[in-house]
């Protein structure tokens, strides 16, 4: 570590200023030091996977089933949840997508419905002509 400063002319010319200038770096040292000691913890692998298994927004314990109502990357739902295509009807269970629910902070599902053979093209592709012709009536009504 490099420690660089620029002081003021009258701050070399007296004893005391360079004594309280000694002071400090033995203080920026000792803090340095400090932070060392600290830093220097590793998780584990099982407080990784704690960590990882656990919600980054709200803090609450998917891997004990708990979950926030109102925290949008909880979802509603711990580790596994009904599928979301049809409601859960089909009787797939999803599994939480854990790294893309952190990254976005919105709740990630992986898994397939088992009553819908449609490809998610078709349900997306739908999804977006109901919002163009939504958007047409707007436009129109300005």
């Known amino acids: ?32 030091w400090n932070l060392q000691v600290h830093s220097d913890h590793v998780l584990t692998i099982e407080e990784l996977r704690l960590q990882m298994t656990s919600c ?13 109502l109102d925290c949008s990357e909880c979802g509603g739902y711990a580790l596994e949840r009904p599928c979301p295509e049809c409601d859960g009807v089909c ?23 088992s009553k819908q053979q449609k490809p998610k093209g078709n349900l997306t592709n739908s999804v977006s002509q ?8 707007l436009s129109a009504n300005s």
């Open 1 to 32: 570590m490099s420690l660089a400063s620029v002081h003021p002319a009258e701050l070399h010319s007296n004893h005391s200023s360079l004594t309280t200038l000694s002071h400090s770096l033995d203080d920026i040292t000792e803090a340095d």
């Open 56 to 68: 980054f927004t709200c803090g609450v314990s998917w891997s004990d089933s708990h979950v926030s």
């Open 91 to 113: 009787g797939a269970v999803w599994k939480r997508d854990l790294s893309m629910s952190h990254a976005s902070s919105k709740a990630r599902w992986e898994g397939k419905c």
């Open 130 to 137: 109901e919002l163009s012709l939504k958007l047409e009536k």
